[in-house]
Every structure is written in C-alpha cells, then in structure tokens.
T-cell receptor, first 111, second 114 residues
Framework: TQLLEQSPQFLSIQEGENLTVYCNSS?????LQWYRQEPGEGPVLLVT?????EVKKLKRLTFQFGDARKDSSLHITAAQPGDTGLYLC???????????FGTGTKLQVIP | GAVVSQHPSWVICKSGTSVKIECRSL??????MFWYRQFPKQSLMLMAT?????????EQGVEKDKFLINHASLTLSTLTVTSAHPEDSSFYIC??????????FGAGTRLSVL
C-alpha cells in the first residue's frame, strides 16, 4: 500500500498569513491531485499536477509537483477564513483513476 | 451543480440491520466508481472499486460479504452495509471518474449505527 504523508497535520493561523502544506511519498505517481473537504461534505478537486517540476497557480494557491513525482506542496498566500478546511493530496498511478489519499492537513484560518 | 449524487446523506439504523447507499453519476457514464470510508478527523480510505458488469474489487482488509457493492448500470453503484454494527458508523463517500485525472465525489453519507 502506497502511503502519502502530509505535514503538518493541523495548522491554525491568523488571516493574512502564508502557509505551506507538504505531501510526501516514497512512490512515484503519474499525477497528483489536491482536494479541499469541508465537514460533512465530499472532497472538491482543486488541481491536478502531472509533470515533474510542474507549478500551477489558482488565485492565492500555488501547487508544485516534485521533480521526481514523489512529492508535492500547496502554498497559500494571505490566507482567508474561507480557506478553512481539510486539505488532501491524492496520488494516481498510470491512467487508472484509482487514487491513494494522503493523511490530510486540517487548516483553520482565524479572522 | 453536483455531478455525482449520493443518497441518503444521513442514516441512523439499529444494530443488525442493513443499509443501502446509492451513488449516481448525473450527466455522464461511469464504468468505474469508488467507495471510500472516512472516520472523524481522518483521511479517506479506499474500500473498493465498483465495476459495471463485473464484480467489485475490494481493498485488503475490507470484508466483501459485509460491504456488498452492485454496479447496476453505467450511472449507478450501490453499497450495502449488511448486519451493521456500531463500529461500522462512519462517513461513506463515493466517487466517479469523468475523464483522466478528473474525479468527482459525492457529498457523502453519514451512517450511525445504534
């Protein structure tokens, strides 16, 4: 079973601060996805990164896929209370849609 | 709007009863769907892959006789928790891939077994 370790597990910051969430594995993935999940709801896809070294930006969120396609990071600039939620990375193998989820990072942004 | 519908969103049942959860892809066909379980403050754990027209593929440690999966059509997969017990209480989530690297999740079903 492939493991995706996320760090930190919990993060509580003030509005306006920056933060980075890491997703690490010993396995190589063909693609890596980031999701945000709110309590009582299913995960919502934020981004998919495919190419080693790829960087994608989504407004204040910056996603990076490691060169070796084993790790990824999510950086949020000027966090807002609306960013509060559980952030999950998920790795996919080949063209198959089966993904393995990371351990999760619970983010709380305090107004 | 939602592209994957999951029903019910919340169910409470007595110990020993069976509960069926439905997962529908609303405007696309899905030959494969996935079922996950999520315990409080934890990540999603894949339980099984639902395959239209064939048997589901279960992850290691998941009892196939307890968690029955039926992929009845190209838009519907069901998960039946048989003889539910309190330890089966959890948040169950389905997903359906629409295209490569694009997967949509249902809103989840919270199961409480008394």
């Amino acid at each position: 079973t492939q493991l995706l370790e996320q760090s930190p597990q919990f993060l509580s910051i003030q509005e306006g601060e920056n933060l980075t969430v890491y997703c690490n594995s010993s396995s190589v993935f063909s693609s890596l996805q980031w999701y945000r999940q709110e309590p009582g709801e299913g995960p919502v896809l934020l981004v998919t990164v495919v190419t080693g070294g790829e960087v994608k930006k989504l407004k204040r969120l910056t996603f990076q896929f490691g060169d070796a396609r084993k790790d990824s990071s999510l950086h949020i600039t000027a966090a807002q209370p609306g960013d509060t939620g559980l952030y999950l990375c998920a790795g996919a193998e080949g063209g198959y849609q089966k993904v393995t989820f990371g351990t999760g990072t619970k983010l709380q942004v305090i107004p | 709007g939602a592209v994957v519908s999951q029903h019910p969103s919340w169910v409470i049942c007595k110990s020993g009863t069976s509960v069926k959860i439905e997962c529908r892809s609303l405007d696309f066909q899905a030959t494969t769907m996935f079922w996950y379980r999520q315990f409080p403050k934890q990540s999603l754990m894949l339980m099984a892959t639902s395959n239209e027209g064939s048997k589901a593929t279960y992850e290691q440690g998941v009892e196939k006789d307890k968690f029955l999966i039926n992929h009845a059509s190209l838009t519907l997969s069901t998960l039946t928790v048989t003889s539910a017990h309190p330890e089966d209480s959890s948040f169950y989530i389905c997903s359906a891939p629409r295209a490569k690297n694009i997967q949509y999740f249902g809103a989840g079903t919270r199961l409480s077994v008394l």
